[in-house]
């Protein structure tokens, strides 16, 4: 069966980094491009890195660019999340997604405190 499973969240003071992670299996992401989104309680889901196949394109909204990198390893069938300078407002349940195949992981909570 095909999943997502993420980790790597956890508690950090504004300023702090977190490096998230998104171990995939019953398929390969070779194929596709994957996506970080979060949620936030009350918020609607958002987009916060989208990354190529082969890494090629990387794509982040301006509250987290220049703050986060998104990046992975096809070999292992991971994809990261490498968060720095982290505010309180990045707190938020964190997913990753393979749109193709429509697959989300169950989130990982990331909270900042001021």
């Known amino acids: 069966q095909a999943q997502l499973v993420e980790s790597g969240g956890g508690l950090v003071q504004a300023g702090g980094s977190l490096n998230l992670s998104c171990v995939a299996s019953?398929?390969?992401?070779?194929?596709?491009?994957m996506n970080w989104y979060r949620q936030a309680p009350g918020k609607e889901r958002e987009l916060v890195a989208r990354?190529?196949?082969?890494?090629?394109?990387?794509n982040y909204p301006p509250s987290v660019r220049g703050r986060f990198i998104v990046s992975r390893e096809n070999a292992k069938d991971t994809v990261y999340l490498q968060m720095h300078n982290l505010k309180p407002e990045d707190t938020a349940v964190y997913y990753c997604?393979?749109?193709?195949?429509?697959?989300w992981g169950q989130g990982t909570q990331v909270t900042v405190s001021s």
């Open positions: 019953g398929f390969s992401i070779n194929d596709y491009w």
């Open positions: 997604n393979c749109p193709r195949a429509n697959l």
């Open positions: 990354i190529s196949p082969f890494s090629h394109s990387l």
